[in-house]
C-alpha cells in the first residue's frame, strides 16, 4: 500500500497518477496479468476533497491501463483512527457521529 507524502491537492492528485502509471508500466513490464487495487468507499461522492477526487483519478489511470483489474472500495483503515479521532476532538471531547 502506498499513500501520498502531502496532503494538499495538486500533490495528492500528481503522486497517485503518478504512482499509478509507474506501476501500471513495471506490471506490463512484469507480465502482471491482474491488478487489484483497495481504494476508498464513496470516494466517489466527495468531490470536495482533493485527497477523493485524486483517489478517483488513480482508479481512472487503472481502468485505462489496459491491464485486466479489480478495485475494491473498502472503509477507511485502522492506521487513520487518530487522525478521524483528532479531527473531531472540541475542547478534550472526542465527538463523532454514530453513523445509525
Known sequence: MTNAPSWGDDEVLA??????????EAEKAAGVRHHL???????????????MRAKVAQEQV???SGIPYTIVRATQFYEFLSM????STVD???RVTTAA
Open 15 to 24: 503522486f497517485f497518477t503518478t504512482s499509478a502509471r509507474n506501476q501500471a
Open 92 to 94: 478534550g471531547e472526542v
Open 37 to 51: 487495487a483497495v481504494t476508498i468507499v464513496n470516494a466517489d461522492t466527495m468531490p470536495d476533497s482533493g485527497y
Open 84 to 87: 478521524i479521532a483528532g479531527a
Open 62 to 64: 487503472i481502468a485505462e
